[in-house]
């Protein structure tokens, strides 16, 4: 039973998240663009993109439960995904430096076969220390930021431009894995292993 759970990603991110928390799962690449330039909040955006991922791979499966997650990074209430280039990368990350900005992950959980989902959102706070410009080009010369959104990933070298973060540290990386693993729990998937 352990494989009836479906992953609606290729974010390395999200898949390493789910399988050091145990749970056994497959993944497929959704065939859906994620949607930035509309006129919806933060939390409306990351669920409208949540649902749009799961769907696109329920359909094709719909005796597989399947899990779909959008995180995004917003700045005074401004959204901003992933940068289209280093340029890009480079003036996203100059405008949250020395800055607290929110992130939010959106995640949908749907079973076609029974007619039931779930959805749900997190939002945490990162507080970015105050970077020179030679930190923001030697940050990005490191770690990839064009499949991040905010440029950044708080894992491995984010400690070189993150302070602090508030709430769940998951959730910036790219899936709640508090909230994600009681929803799961509710449609009978648990870990297999810790």
């Known amino acids: 039973m352990g494989s009836s759970l479906l992953l609606a990603s290729n974010s390395p991110r999200r898949l390493e998240l789910l399988a050091e928390a145990g749970f056994e799962f497959q993944s497929i690449a959704p065939r859906v663009a ?6 919806l909040t933060l939390r409306e955006l990351t ?11 329920a359909h094709a499966h719909s005796k597989k439960i399947v899990l779909a997650a959008d995180t995004l990074v917003a700045l005074n209430d401004r959204v901003i995904g992933k940068p289209a280039d280093v340029g890009e990368a480079v003036a996203i990350l100059r405008r949250l430096s020395g800055r607290a900005h929110e992130v939010c992950s959106a995640v949908f959980v749907c079973h076609l076969g029974s007619a039931r ?7 945490s706070r990162v507080y970015f220390r105050r970077l020179s410009d030679s930190a923001i080009r030697a940050y990005v010369d490191k770690v990839n930021p064009l499949d991040k959104a905010g440029a950044y990933a708080a894992q491995g070298l984010g400690g070189e431009i993150i302070e ?4 769940s540290y ?24 810790t």
């Open 47 to 57: 669920a409208f993109n949540a649902i749009r991922k799961a769907m696109s791979v």
């Open 117 to 123: 989902s779930t959805s749900f959102y997190e939002i």
């Open 34 to 39: 994620e949607k930035f330039g509309v006129d």
């Open 164 to 167: 602090k973060i508030e709430g």
């Open 170 to 193: 998951s959730n910036v990386v790219g899936l709640p894995m508090e909230k994600t693993t009681s929803a799961l729990a509710e449609f009978g998937i648990r870990p297999t292993s």
